[in-house]
């Protein structure tokens, strides 16, 4: 997350994806990281179990999140 804020505080557009477990935690840190608007993607928790083919639907739920912080940034 802090990464992701950074990159947006220099110009660069970002775009940071989490999983529903560690939302909480990612609304904390953008308001350590100086941007509690900050928005982000969220997936469905668990990714570190997941089969190739598991991952794929993940990302695939990510994917349209992910293009609307990029294209849509206020």
Same mark, same amino acid.
């Given at each position: 997350? %802090?990464?992701?804020?950074? %990159?947006?505080?220099?110009?660069?557009?970002?775009?940071?994806?989490?999983? !529903? !477990?560690?939302? &909480?935690?990612?609304?904390?840190?953008?308001?350590?990281?100086?941007?509690?608007?900050?928005?982000?993607?969220?997936?469905?928790?668990?990714?570190?179990?997941?089969? =190739?083919?598991?991952?794929? !639907?993940?990302?695939?739920?990510?994917? &349209? =999140?992910?293009? !609307? %912080?990029?294209?849509?940034?206020?």
């Amino acid at each position: 997350m %802090l990464d992701g804020i950074e %990159l947006e505080k220099m110009g660069i557009p970002a775009a940071v994806i989490f999983t !529903e !477990e560690f939302v &909480p935690t990612a609304r904390a840190m953008a308001e350590i990281g100086g941007i509690p608007s900050y928005n982000f993607a969220v997936v469905p928790h668990p990714i570190g179990s997941l089969t =190739q083919e598991d991952l794929m !639907e993940r990302a695939k739920l990510a994917a &349209p =999140q992910v293009m !609307e %912080l990029l294209l849509n940034r206020k």
